[in-house]
């Protein structure tokens, strides 16, 4: 099965990095669908994602945000057709252990829009670092330290786009959240982009290809 947001969101951000990269990756729609919409079991479905990608290497770095749309596709699609306490089983907890080391906070964005839907509020940034991430409290020290950088350049939001690409050029190379930074707070700053704000943010960003089919993703998700 496949969430109708997601097909949307994964052909949007397919879209933006061809737009920026010599490979059309748009041709690679229907691959990507077949996997999401696939009725096997979620490693499965992990492998499957990652064979197109080893397929087609020009698009190798959206690996792991697609597999965090994927771990979105099976929160709001696959699991309605397993058991409901499904994912409190020594099953799903395995297949947890499994994929620790995969994806990205993008997943972490991506549940909090679903959240916000399903509370009918719009996104904000301050929302989502003390509400839905709670890093002010003390049992969740390990998400303020990986949303540290964002945390100490909330006031980014209300600066020019230029002024978000530097400061996500000086992060340190082993920040979790270096290669998100630029394109969470632009989407932070716009969630709803036109056209020519769409093109400011590409002439400023880091990685466009990269950063530009993130920004999609976020965008069409909501």
Known sequence: MIDPKIETAFEAALEAFSKYNSFD??????????????????????????????????????????????????????????????????????????????????????LYLNECEDEDIEPELEDYLKEFLLVDEDEFQDEYRIYEPVIANQILIESPVAEISKVAKSLPEDSELKELFYPLMCFFQNIDPSADEKNAIAANAIDKEFDMAVLEILVNFQ
């Open 25 to 110: 990756a748009t041709s690679l729609n229907n691959e990507f669908g077949e996997v999401f919409a696939s009725d096997e079991d979620f490693l499965s479905k992990v492998d499957a994602l990652d064979q197109v990608f080893d397929n087609h290497p020009a698009v190798e770095s959206l690996r792991e945000v697609f597999f965090d749309l994927l771990m979105i596709n099976f929160f709001s699609a696959d699991v309605k057709k397993l058991e409901e306490d499904y994912l409190d089983t020594p099953e799903w907890e395995d297949i947890e252990e499994q994929t620790l080391d995969r994806g990205t906070e993008l997943l972490n964005l991506l």
